[in-house]
């Protein structure tokens, strides 16, 4: 089993910036692609970015294209996402996933999940 934690959530104003944390820790051996994922009220978990064990792969959602940067630290078993530019509609719950094989952009292809952290941006 491997078990995540979120945390650097919070609330900031349009155009500021936060930085979100996610640690690892179990078999974490076996994770092979990491990925952030958000879900606002009354709407579906979308996918935001991704990276791979190797950091050399990224994969990040259009709409936060040139604003968000996911990386991860092998040694520390901790993905980060930094979010900078951040808009009202960037408004969610925001969720750490790991997967065993690579897992992309679809949730159901991941196989451990955080309990998540709320990012709340005022207009």
């Known amino acids: 089993q491997v078990q995540l934690v979120e945390s650097g959530g919070g609330l900031v104003q349009a155009g500021g910036s936060l930085r979100l944390s996610c640690a690892a820790s179990g078999r974490t051996w076996s994770i092979y692609d990491m990925g952030w994922f958000r879900q606002a009220p009354g709407k579906e978990r979308e996918f935001v970015a991704s990276?791979?064990?190797?950091?050399?792969?990224?994969t990040y959602a259009d709409s936060v294209k040139g604003r968000f940067t996911i990386s991860r630290d092998n040694a520390k078993n901790t993905v980060y996402l930094q979010m900078n530019s951040l808009k009202p509609e960037d408004t969610a719950g925001y969720y750490c996933a790991a997967g065993a094989l690579y897992s992309g952009v679809s949730a159901t292809a991941y196989d451990y999940w955080g309990q998540g952290t709320q990012v709340t941006v005022s207009s």
């Open positions: 990276i791979t064990r190797s950091a050399g792969s990224t």
